[in-house]
């Protein structure tokens, strides 16, 4: 397998150094070139479990495996898309795109490659903007044009459409689905969204919460493009929802308890 996760356990102290078990017993293996996604409800430690194969974040036990080399800190194999841009305001959409690689190859070089990624994310005409003169959804795909000109061999998003409206979500799925049918990268893909899930992926790990654990893996045998089969994923939208069910009201019971003793 491509990325092996083994016996993942992650505990946090809390406030009152007492120890808080986000990640419990986690093993999953990923096949290069899959699109995988990560589905759970807030709390279930998904984006957690991301930062750990970014090498972002330490396991307190267990190991992650990428192409059989162990992950001890970020790599050039690994290329991270979070939920905000995280784009430097005082450079253009070219040099934010360039910025990773400045150590790497000539300014020509650095050039020629963001032109060659933007216009993969059909930014070409924006090159010379900044970002305050982008829509969130253009800044995101500078961001993912920024991960894809490193070349990783796994792109890592943490929800990276979650703030955009579903408009514009659904023209950047599409989008990201051409990329990844193109690049071959292996994705992995960080949602609340079941609907976006379905979409995009090869395999859903729905996760539940407190502690996170690995309720089931799904492989999504619906042919693309997906939109023409919209029965099949209403389908399997509702048998995913059913099966969150009890852990979206647990988390809900949680936070009613805790607002009741504040």
């Not at 000539?106 to 970002?131: D, T």
């Not at 990268?185 to 996760?207: C, G, N, P, Q, W």
Request: hydrophobic fraction near 40%; charged fraction near 30%.
């Amino acid at each position: 397998m491509f990325i092996d996760i083994k016996e993942i356990n992650k505990i946090y102290m809390d406030q009152d150094q007492k120890p808080n078990t986000v990640l419990k017993s986690i093993n999953l293996s990923i096949r290069k070139g899959e699109f995988v996604s990560i589905l759970g409800p807030s709390g279930c430690g998904k984006s957690t479990l991301l930062s750990m194969i970014a090498g972002l974040t330490d396991a307190t036990s267990g190991d992650i495996f990428v192409d059989s080399k162990k992950v001890v800190k970020p790599g050039k194999d690994r290329g991270m898309v979070f939920q905000e841009a995280a784009l430097f305001p005082w450079l253009n959409v070219s040099e934010n795109v360039m910025f990773p690689l400045r150590k790497e190859m000539s300014k020509e070089e650095g050039l020629e490659r963001a032109r060659h990624f933007l216009a993969m994310v059909q930014l070409s005409n924006y090159a010379n903007l900044y970002p305050h003169e982008l829509s969130g959804g253009m800044q995101q795909r500078v961001s993912i044009a920024r991960s894809l000109a490193m070349d990783p061999a796994v792109l890592l998003m943490d929800e990276p459409f979650g703030a955009l409206d579903e408009q514009t979500r659904s023209r950047l799925h599409g989008q990201l689905e051409k990329i990844w049918t193109d690049t071959k990268k292996t994705i992995v893909f960080v949602t609340h969204s079941i609907s976006e899930s379905i979409k995009l992926s090869d395999r859903i790990i729905v996760m539940g919460t407190r502690p996170g654990t690995v309720l089931t893996d799904i492989k999504v045998d619906i042919p693309r493009p997906r939109e023409e089969h919209k029965t099949e994923m209403a389908v399997l939208e509702e048998e995913i929802m059913e099966l969150l069910k009890k852990e979206i009201d647990k988390v809900v019971d949680e936070e009613l308890a805790y607002e009741a003793s504040s």
